[in-house]
């Protein structure tokens, strides 16, 4: 588990075909690896991926060619810059929400817009996944947590601060820019309590029958 708070932002060093998969090297000076071990998680722009080899100043990975295929991860080219964070602990403070690391989709930047010191940004969810997004409710883009700030169909937007945008690759999302969706798990478990029962997705009425929601 993780929680979408990057820790560093490391950079693909290079890549090396392994039986039909590619291990992929990723360095980074931001992140310690003096108490990492081989088999530990590490979130790459919100893909969950096991450490295969580690050394000083970074850290190897195996991608299968459905995780190339599902995420970003296979866009990526030497040079190219990611969001890392290590798994939650204990002892971790969860300053984001529950991440799992586990892609559901890929999304698209439509738009990007300046208001005042901050960026909106405007994005199209995959079909089928709109409706685990709800407003002022969590999402995980790129391994960010973010807070969606209003929903529009299939499109939905998010604000960034300037402290986000330094400390995160978001600042490289153009209109076009495909990014890595995970949807609150919340919303996962909801729906998956109420199937059966109910006509699959959640709607207002169910939520507000169950106590999630307070009635107009």
């Given at each position: 588990m993780f929680t979408g708070i990057i820790k560093a932002v490391g950079t693909l060093a290079?890549?090396?075909?392994r039986g039909g998969d590619l291990r992929l090297q990723f360095a980074s000076e931001g992140l310690d690896f003096a108490s990492a071990q081989l088999g530990d998680s590490i979130a790459v722009n919100g893909v969950c991926l096991t450490?295969?080899?580690?050394?000083?100043?970074?850290?190897?990975?195996?991608?299968?060619?459905?995780?190339?295929?599902?995420?970003?991860?296979?866009?990526?080219?030497?040079?190219?810059?990611?969001?890392?964070?290590?798994?939650?602990?204990?002892?971790?403070?969860?300053?984001g929400h529950l991440v799992s690391g586990h892609v559901d989709g890929l999304g698209e930047v439509v738009s990007a817009d300046e208001e005042a010191r901050s960026w909106r940004f405007l994005l199209r969810a995959p079909a089928g996944l709109e409706r685990y997004i709800a407003r002022k409710g969590s999402i995980c883009i790129d391994g960010v947590s973010l807070t969606v700030n209003g929903v529009d169909g299939d499109r939905f937007d998010v604000n960034i601060v300037p402290h986000t945008m330094a400390m995160t690759t978001i600042g490289e999302w153009r209109p076009g820019s495909r990014v890595n969706l995970e949807v609150d798990l919340v919303a996962r478990y909801?729906?998956?309590?109420?199937?059966?029962?109910?006509?699959?997705?959640?709607?207002?009425?169910?939520?507000?029958?169950?106590?999630?929601?307070?009635?107009?």
């Open positions: 290079g890549t090396e075909p450490a295969v080899e580690l050394s000083g100043e970074g850290f190897a990975a195996d991608a299968s060619r459905e995780t190339l295929s599902l995420t970003t991860l296979g866009d990526l080219r030497p040079g190219s810059r990611v969001n890392l964070e290590p798994a939650l602990t204990l002892a971790t403070p969860l300053g909801l729906e998956r309590l109420f199937e059966g029962e109910r006509p699959a997705g959640i709607t207002g009425e169910m939520l507000e029958e169950y106590g999630f929601a307070k009635g107009r």
